[in-house]
């Protein structure tokens, strides 16, 4: 049975991958700082903008807006360059992925918001802490402690808007 075709084009898209057999695909604090690091660095090269994030420790949401009809690139440049890395750091061999990346395409407004709820809510549902803003590795996160975000989402919506109702 064949896959259905992704819907590549340009505007805003939903990404997931996780580890190979639901594997940790982060272990110290120095893997998820190295995704980032790979995230911006593709985004620079694709022309993309960074959302939200989530990283948690067996797979990862982006929230990213294309500026052209690239989503397979960047992505092929971001999973495999971390497993790369992750695979030599751990000196292991083999598949990392569980399979290619799913994508869905953000289609209205209000679909995007409910997106970055489910993003930032994802540590919550999972048990790890007890509110928002409590896991270290979300956008929102970043944002709401005062930290300095990664450079790629500079741009990005989620930003503004909370950096706006802070003030």
């Known amino acids: 049975m064949s896959r259905k075709p992704r819907i590549d084009l340009a505007g805003y898209h939903h990404v997931v991958n996780r580890g190979v057999n639901r594997a940790d695909i982060f272990e110290t604090d120095a893997d998820y700082e190295m995704f980032l690091k790979i995230v911006c660095k593709a985004c ?20 990213v807006e294309t500026e052209l009809e690239n989503l397979s690139l ?13 695979n030599k750091k751990t000196k292991r061999t083999g598949h990392f992925w569980q399979g290619r ?25 999972a048990g790890i802490v007890n ?5 270290p590795y979300t956008l929102g996160s970043v944002i709401m402690n005062k930290n300095k975000p990664v ?4 741009k990005s919506k989620l930003l503004k808007e909370l950096t706006y109702e802070n003030v």
């Open 101 to 125: 990346f799913y994508s869905r395409y953000i289609y209205n407004e209000a679909y995007y918001y409910t997106l970055i709820q489910y993003i930032e809510q994802n540590p919550v549902e």
């Open 151 to 154: 450079a790629c989402a500079n």
């Open 44 to 63: 620079r090269a694709y022309r993309v903008i960074l959302h939200d994030y989530c990283l948690m420790t067996n797979h990862f949401h982006l929230l």
């Open 74 to 86: 960047f992505m092929k440049h971001i999973n495999s360059n971390y497993a790369i890395y992750f």
């Open 131 to 135: 509110e928002v803003g409590e896991y």
